[in-house]
T-cell receptor
Framework: EAQVTQNPRYLITVTGKKLTVTCSQNMNHEYMSWYRQDPGLGLRQIYYSMNVEVTDKGDVPEGYKVSRKEKRNFPLILESPSPNQTSLYFC???????????FGPGTRLTVL | QQQVKQSPQSLIVQKGGISIINCAYENTAFDYFPWYQQFPGKGPALLIAIRPDVSEKKEGRFTISFNKSAKQFSLHIMDSQPGDSATYFCAATLNTGGFKTIFGAGTRLFVKA
C-alpha cells in the first residue's frame, strides 16, 4: 500500500530534550515536506526537500532541522524543543511538481 | 509575506445545498492551487487542484473557480452531503526553484442532514 508513515504518533516531552520524528514514504517520491498545524493558522511549511541532500526552508524553520540522506526518509529534528513547538506535525511527499501531495497520519507533540 | 486568506472560518449548509469557500492570494508566482479535505484525526487529502491557465475545473460535485486577475479562487461543493463535513484547506504552491506551499487557515464545514 502506498503510504507516508510517521513515528511516533504521539509524544510528550520536556523543554530542551532533543527529539526526532521519523517520516518514510514507499512511493519513490522526489519531494518531501514537513508541516505543522495549529488552530486558526492552517498548515505551515517547516522544511521541504526536492531530492536526496537537497533541502530548503519553508515558512517556519526556526528551531527545526531536517536531513535527507535517503530518498524514502525525511526525519524532523528538534534539537532543543520549547513549549511553542507544541503542535500537530505532518510529513508529506509527492512525485514532482503539480502532482498530488500525500500526507502522513500526523504526530501530536506536546512540549512541557 | 506570502499569504493565502481563506473564508469563511466555518460554514453550516443544509443537505443538498451548495457550499462555497473562498481564498485569495498575493504572490502572482504561485502556479498550482490545490484544495485539501481533512477529517478529524487524519492527515489532509487532496480533493481537487487547478493551475492558473484554467478558469474552472470540475470533478464530480467539486468545482474550483479561478480568477487570475483578482488573485482569487473558490471551491464549490454541489449537493452537499453530511459525509462532506470536514475541514477544507486551500493552498498555493510555488513550483519553480523549490516547492514552497502556503495554506489557508481552513474552513470547518458542517452539513446538516
Amino acid at each position: 500500500e502506498a503510504q507516508v508513515t510517521q513515528n511516533p504518533r504521539y509524544l510528550i516531552t520536556v523543554t530542551g530534550k532533543k527529539l526526532t520524528v521519523t517520516c518514510s514514504q514507499n512511493m519513490n517520491h522526489e519531494y518531501m515536506s514537513w508541516y505543522r498545524q495549529d488552530p486558526g493558522l492552517g498548515l505551515r511549511q517547516i522544511y521541504y526537500s526536492m531530492n536526496v541532500e537537497v533541502t530548503d526552508k519553508g515558512d517556519v524553520p526556526e528551531g527545526y532541522k531536517v536531513s535527507r540522506k535517503e530518498k524514502r526518509n525525511f526525519p524532523l529534528i528538534l534539537e532543543s524543543p520549547s513549549p511553542n513547538q507544541t503542535s500537530l506535525y505532518f510529513c508529506a511527499s509527492r512525485a514532482s511538481s503539480y502532482n498530488e501531495q500525500f500526507f502522513g497520519p500526523g504526530t501530536r507533540l506536546t512540549v512541557l | 509575506q506570502q499569504q493565502v486568506k481563506q473564508s469563511p472560518q466555518s460554514l453550516i449548509v443544509q443537505k443538498g445545498g451548495i457550499s462555497i469557500i473562498n481564498c485569495a492570494y498575493e504572490n502572482t508566482a504561485f502556479d498550482y492551487f490545490p484544495w485539501y479535505q481533512q477529517f478529524p484525526g487524519k492527515g489532509p487529502a487532496l480533493l481537487i487542484a487547478i493551475r492558473p491557465d484554467v478558469s474552472e475545473k470540475k470533478e464530480g460535485r467539486f468545482t474550483i473557480s479561478f480568477n487570475k486577475s483578482a488573485k482569487q479562487f473558490s471551491l464549490h461543493i454541489m449537493d452537499s452531503q453530511p459525509g462532506d463535513s470536514a475541514t477544507y484547506f486551500c493552498a498555493a504552491t510555488l513550483n519553480t526553484g523549490g516547492f514552497k506551499t502556503i495554506f489557508g487557515a481552513g474552513t470547518r464545514l458542517f452539513v446538516k442532514a
